[in-house]
Nanobody, 125 residues
Framework: QVQLVESGGGLVQAGGSLRLSCAAS????????MGWFRQVPGKEREFVAA????????YYANSVKGRFTISRDNAKNTLYLQMNVLKPVDTAVYYC??????????????????WGQGTQVTVSS
């Protein structure tokens, strides 16, 4: 079992930055690939970024590539998402997710077994 708690969301102006954190409980964090997704009301949850269990491989949605950076600290059981040059279209609830295992992290929700409660990110124009 893995419990995930996101933090770091908030209101920021366009062009600004935020850093999201996801604290994980349980002893299997370091053996799981992890991901970030986001969702706006009325739309499906959207893949943002993913990282392998070791942190050696990262994957990004085209819409955030070059602006967002995913990272992890396995010693601290924490996942991060650094978001720069934020745009109003980035406004959403952001969720961290733990994959079923160590395999290549997927880009769809079905690849992930555990989810946090989400943190709101609002980017004003």
């Amino acid at each position: 079992q893995v419990q995930l708690v996101e933090s770091g969301g908030g209101l920021v102006q366009a062009g600004g930055s935020l850093r999201l954190s996801c604290a994980a409980s349980g002893r299997t964090f370091s053996t799981r690939a992890m991901g970030w997704f986001r969702q706006v009301p009325g739309k499906e949850r959207e893949f943002v970024a993913a990282i392998s269990w070791s942190g050696g491989s990262t994957y990004y949605a085209n819409s955030v590539k070059g602006r967002f950076t995913i990272s992890r600290d396995n010693a601290k059981n924490t996942l991060y998402l650094q978001m720069n040059v934020l745009k109003p279209v980035d406004t959403a609830v952001y969720y961290c997710a733990a994959a079923y295992g160590t395999g290549v992290p997927g880009t769809t929700s079905s690849n992930y077994a555990y989810w946090g409660q989400g943190t709101q990110v609002t980017v004003s124009s």
